[in-house]
């Protein structure tokens, strides 16, 4: 599912549409009457503006015009902080109309303004929409770079508000990216400071993005359980809008899930709630689900209806991406029915719009279906040659995923070492003031008593608190090398395993086996590799110190398999984590914790991972 449509930016952006009304033409007439009796320019300037934001969403032409005259009023009394608020608004207007350049003009220029006033609070507010313009045209690394730019400044200002919201854009840009450690990251710091803040309306939008992360990574019963949060945040301030499309999210998991019934209700209401708005994107988004959900079933023909009234809404918006995962279904579902020609023209259609958007995750999946549906019209030269793009495309998403797994981990790496420098320069710069402070305090008794006694101990004292400093640094430091470590260990089996699948699906189909046999072997022995395990080890006891000596002198019969285990609980993982890591699946993971608190004597109504977090 795609995540973020451009009513989200256009809302996310602010500029949520106003509804023409009696109302708003009353306000006009009373700004209009305030300009024409009153003598100061930036008075007239500043309603004018207000002029401007009234009719921006149904009458551009008399926005364009009370802004050039708010323009005007602003430039001739030289007024720097009013012609700053102008060009944001005038920003506002051309992105309104599409002319995206345009509006990054004026938004340059109203940051260039707000600096030349000293106004570095709002220049960082309006270089946050910049940001937003160039992750939306996909422009991540400097959107990126803005916010890294913005955040000290939120900071210094202690602008919880705008802070929180920077590090949900971070965690979009990590979505974007691929980098999904990191995206959750960013997504739960702007989750801690809009709770701070009690800002139910902000704390849905995190927890709505948490739940897409992991989704994405396909940890559906994580994503349902904070679905769920987000929706209950949602519906304090009755946004039913977002309630309808996270309703969407959370009933795809439970399909994933097979969760079905469960899964009809929330789609219930989502329809509802959508033709309730007339929320179009969301109807169709509802119909699609609701035909998935009919697909896993076998209900085939209901499924079809449903994927037809997904497909007509999507065309109608011009939504290709969309269009395509319809067309796809609906092949997929014809092929079920046995209907293959019916299937093939379906497919095709698919194929052509992922040709257009070039979008490898859609060719990939129509190459396949293409394959299995000429398979069954016995058209096996076509098929094998479906099926080999569909492998080629498989393998080049395959690599660009590896790729950008070891990229994010050295991008993790690389930024807890630039924090932890942080944290150096930091201590350093408390320890030469508290230097001076007592070196002040030391020269003053030392005159009092004639005598250096008090110096000695102070300079004991320093050294003792700098060899703590000194140690409690190492000691995050190496906490943070140890979670690198088993992140890293963890990708790299979860790779092997993948690759090592892949050589077994081609050596059934390959007439020399002997070649894929023996990359098995050499897959299996780095799988099963001590170095690496004693490497981690090494790590493990440098931060948890006597943890295994502990371990086997209250629990003597202890194996090294569930010292393994115990020691990775001790890191609070993720069971998908661990399972990476020790080479086993996950619910070989659940009968492992199942077997050790046997073996521990550990009640029901106990927690291993408290247990072994007090070891």
């Known amino acids: 599912m795609k995540t973020y449509s451009l009513l989200t930016w256009l809302l996310y952006f602010g500029l949520i549409v106003n509804v023409w009304s009696q109302e708003n033409q009353k306000k006009i007439d009373s700004i209009l009457q305030i300009i024409s009796q009153t003598k100061i320019d930036t008075v007239a300037a500043r309603n004018y503006l207000e002029l401007s934001d009234l009719t921006m969403y149904n009458d551009p032409n008399k926005t364009l015009e009370y802004l050039e005259k708010a323009q005007e009023l602003y430039h001739k009394n030289n007024n720097g902080k009013g012609v700053a608020k102008l060009y944001a608004q005038k920003a506002n207007y051309y992105y309104r109309l599409g002319k995206i350049d345009s509006a990054r003009h004026y938004l340059n220029n109203s940051v260039d303004q707000s600096l030349e006033i000293g106004d570095t609070l709002r220049a960082s507010v309006i270089r946050h929409n910049i940001g937003i313009l160039d992750h939306y045209q996909g422009n991540t690394e400097s959107a990126n770079a803005i916010m890294d730019l913005n955040i000290p400044v939120f900071k210094k200002f202690d602008d ?9 854009l971070k965690g979009k840009i990590g ?50 359980s ?17 309630h309808a499309q996270v309703l969407n999210y959370l009933a795809d998991s439970k399909i994933k899930l097979n969760q079905l019934e469960s899964a009809k209700q929330d789609l219930a209401l989502a329809l509802e709630l959508s033709q309730k708005l007339e929320y179009t994107s969301n109807i169709a988004r509802t119909y699609f689900n ?58 095709d259609r698919s194929l052509k719009i992922g040709k257009e958007l070039q979008d490898p995750e859609i060719l990939a999946k129509v190459y396949l279906a293409k394959a299995e ?16 793009l569909n492998k080629s495309i498989s393998d080049s998403i395959f690599t660009l995923k590896r790729t950008k797994a070891t990229e994010e981990l050295k991008t993790i790496y690389e930024t807890e070492k630039k924090e932890q420098q942080i944290v150096l320069l930091e201590q350093e710069a408390k320890v030469s003031n508290l230097q001076k402070l007592l070196l002040g305090v030391g020269l003053g008794l030392s005159l ?4 250096f006694g008090f110096y000695g101990i102070r300079q004991k004292l320093k050294r003792n608190k700098l060899e703590k400093e000194k140690v409690d640094a190492e000691l995050a430091f190496k906490k943070k090398e140890l979670t690198t470590h088993a992140l890293h260990l963890a990708k790299k089996n979860e790779v092997l395993e993948d690759l090592k699948q892949k050589a077994e699906v081609l050596k059934q189909g390959d007439g020399s086996k002997n070649g894929y046999q023996q990359l098995i072997r050499t897959i299996d022995f780095d799988l099963q590799d001590d170095n690496n395990w004693e490497n981690f080890s090494r790590y493990f006891e440098e931060v948890h110190k006597d943890f295994n000596s502990n371990v086997k002198a209250k629990f003597p019969d202890i194996t090294a398999n ?54």
Do not use: C
């Open 160 to 168: 919880s508000l705008h802070l929180g919201n920077a590090y949900l």
């Open 562 to 615: 569930e010292l393994r285990l115990l020691a990775l609980l001790k890191m609070n993982l993720s069971s998908k984590e661990i399972a990476n890591i020790l080479n086993i699946s996950q619910e070989g993971i659940k009968k492992a914790r199942y077997r050790l608190r046997k073996k521990l004597n550990i009640p029901t109504e106990d927690s291993l991972q408290d247990l072994v977090l007090s070891l």
């Open 226 to 242: 904070i679905f769920e949060e987000s929706i209950a945040h949602y519906q304090k301030v009755e946004k039913d809008q977002s």
């Open 448 to 451: 009092l008593v004639l005598g």
């Open 373 to 388: 549906v000429l398979e069954g019209l016995k058209d096996y030269d076509a098929a094998l040659a479906n099926f080999k």
């Open 290 to 347: 609701i035909g998935l959900l009919e697909y896993t079933r076998e209900a085939y023909p209901d499924a079809i209806t449903d994927f037809e009234s997904s497909l007509n809404i999507w065309e109608e918006m011009g939504s290709p991406y969309n269009e395509a995962t319809s067309l796809l279904y609906l092949g997929r579902t014809k092929q079920k029915l046995g209907e293959l020609q019916q299937a093939l023209t379906y497919i």
């Open 175 to 224: 979505m974007t990216n691929g980098f999904f450690n990191i995206a959750l990251l960013e997504t739960q710091k702007a989750l801690k400071i809009h709770e701070a803040l009690h800002d139910d309306f902000r704390m849905a939008e995190d927890l709505f993005q948490i739940g897409t992360i992991y989704q994405t990574t396909e940890d559906h019963e994580k994503a349902i």
